[in-house]
Nanobody, 123 residues
Framework: VQLVESGGGLVQAGGSLRLSCAAS????????MGWFRQAAGKERECVAA??????????YYADSVKGRFTISRDNTKNTVYLQMNSLKPEDTAVYYC???????????????WGQGTQVTVYS
């Protein structure tokens, strides 16, 4: 099982980026998927998550990104996205995607992690 993030980079404040997380090894369509970030000197935090309710996907967003970030899935590509708009310098961090076999939206421990992709927002 492998998760590979891409799409990070350097962007001016107010700009946008879309991160992708391509999963391989098995299908994650019914798993909880999360996007986390870790800024220098800070703890890792979950910024967005998506889980399957049995009928549809529900989502979670940290207050700091609510209204600016959107998590989505393309199950035909086994890929999860994080669309990030109106970026701020404080969004600068390494972003990771993660997966766990769970229907919960808040999961204390994820089983699978990507290697991370750097996002740097300058003012």
């Amino acid at each position: 099982v492998q998760l590979v993030e891409s799409g990070g980079g350097l962007v001016q404040a107010g700009g946008s980026l879309r991160l992708s997380c391509a999963a391989s090894g098995r299908t994650f369509s019914r798993d909880a998927m999360g996007w986390f970030r870790q800024a220098a000197g800070k703890e890792r935090e979950c910024v967005a998550a998506s889980s399957w309710t049995g009928l549809t996907y529900r989502t979670y967003y940290a207050d700091s990104v609510k209204g600016r970030f959107t998590i989505s899935r393309d199950n035909t590509k086994n890929t999860v996205y994080l669309q990030m708009n109106s970026l701020k310098p404080e969004d600068t961090a390494v972003y990771y995607c993660a997966a766990v076999t769970s229907s919960s939206i808040i999961v204390p421990t994820y089983d699978y992690w990507g290697q991370g992709t750097q996002v740097t927002v300058y003012s």
